[in-house]
């Protein structure tokens, strides 16, 4: 039967170029957050930035939002102000921190009085469990650390901010019909940000044979720019669909405190923010610190000639792009012809990629490959949960997947030291699994949420459980940087540190992440939640 096309809603062509918009904006927001990971190793040797240091400055990503609550007050501000207005404020919050950020990097910076200031200043030194570890700034922290890490508040201001007005946005345009083909659509192309800022924030800190961090951090600005104006575009088409529909974008009851009890009180809503918590906590930072952690695990023999050429690196970027579009592309194909070409096409074109990764010899051109059976197999499992349910299944196997991929990390890796070949295939298996986790979690995880809480309060459910979720992504970073301080002598360079300790505390985040996976399927089964049940009816 076909749907009648009443608004811009009704009309498939205009739902998805909404999640296009959407998408393109979290694509741009996800190059920054990690546009230092790929090249820490150069931050310790050009900033002096050592891995507490780098940690801290990656965990203050969310200091402001757990700690001072902001990210409670952007769902409030998402509930009354609307989609819309939240949309292009969380990209001009980003695009500001941004500009903060790159300056405390830049050459400008470094040695001035400013400079000193910041080196000599906020030595938070505070030797309590827990405390110590969240704060954002402490005694032997460079000033550009320090800088750098109070302009990645504001971003993750702006950020996370954006990220509960995307789900809520996609909700509004989506509810009723592919609403987890969407999200998973949506997170599936913005993480392509994860590979794009791999191959790119090392290919400009190094670009034209002299080293300069702050170029990086220069792309990533533009692309905010870019990311501002998807959120400006989009807010004048959302203003049309509710010029349509009479909606208003405000919700018909201010929101009170009160209903935050609704919230609380579900038994549901607290596992699904457990879950969550523990599984990204597992990921998001480890993405700060894989591309380093494959250097010191892996033997690699850089590139020369063309392997080594500004050329290979955009070569390997088109064949990633034609890898994710094809294996996308290949959902959505009715012809089994067609989409079996694609698939073929998406393997091959992969096969290629990581070829041509290993040519190059450098851990990030192979981390790179992270996102990409993500955006493969993302729109099935969420196509997958709108038509069959399993929500709570899905959780289950994504955390064991992540275990087994933490631990292959720490354990086997490691043994395949000198071997050049097989400790690169072990590598992009390992990493190619991790990828497919990151699907099976997002796409079961945030489309059961509208199933937990009222409709009129959902920007605020998304906000509470990305704020929980961020305590974990600020404690973590932080985490990871002083076990490798702690486990390796003082002095070890940049590419010789173990890592074996700090996968295996993310290999315990996985694990607890699979009981309260376990315990919200007995629970979703005895009080009949609707995790397991599909979407569309």
Partial sequence: MTETIKTLRDNPTFRWIALLLLALAMFCAYIFMDILSPIKDLM?????????????????????????????????????????????LSGAVMLFGGLIKFYAVSNSFMGTSLDQWFTNHLNWNVNIPFIGDILPFADGMPGSAKLAAIGFMFFGCGAEMGGITVSRGIVKWFKGRETALAMGSEMALARLGVATCMIFSPFFAKLGGTIDVSRSVAFGVVLLCIGLIMFVVYFFM???????????EEVDEPFKIKDL??????????????????????????????????????????????????TVTIVQYVIMLIVAASSFASNFSKRKGTKLGLMALAIVALMVYCYIGYMRGTAETIFAVFPLLAVAITPILGNYVDHKGKAASMLMIGSLLLILCHLTFAFVLPAFKGNAIGGTIVAYVTILVLGASFSLVPAALWPSVPKLVDEKIIGSAYALIF?????????????????????????????????????????????????IGIYLKAVDKKKHLGLEEPNIK
């Fill in 238 to 248: 959302d203003k049309k669909l509710d010029s349509q529909t009479g909606e208003a």
């Fill in 44 to 88: 310790q040797e050009t900033r002096g930035w050592d891995s507490a240091s780098f940690g801290r400055m990656q965990g203050a990503e969310v200091f402001l939002n757990v700690y001072v609550f902001f990210l409670i007050f952007a769902g409030i501000i998402l509930d009354k102000m609307g989609v819309r207005f939240t949309a292009v």
């Fill in 261 to 310: 009890g609704k919230i609380f009180s579900s038994l549901g809503f607290w596992l699904v923010a457990l879950l969550c918590v523990l599984y990204y906590s597992a990921i998001f930072p480890f993405q700060k610190y894989a591309v380093n952690m494959l250097q010191c695990n892996l033997t690699l023999t850089p590139g020369e000639g063309f392997w080594a050429s500004n």
């Fill in 467 to 515: 704020w929980i979720q961020n305590i974990g992504l600020g404690l973590f970073p932080t985490l990871i940087g002083n076990v490798l301080k702690n486990t390796n002598p003082e002095g070890t360079p940049a590419h010789e540190l173990d890592y074996t300790w700090a996968l295996v505390m993310l290999a315990s985040l996985g694990a607890a992440a699979l009981l």
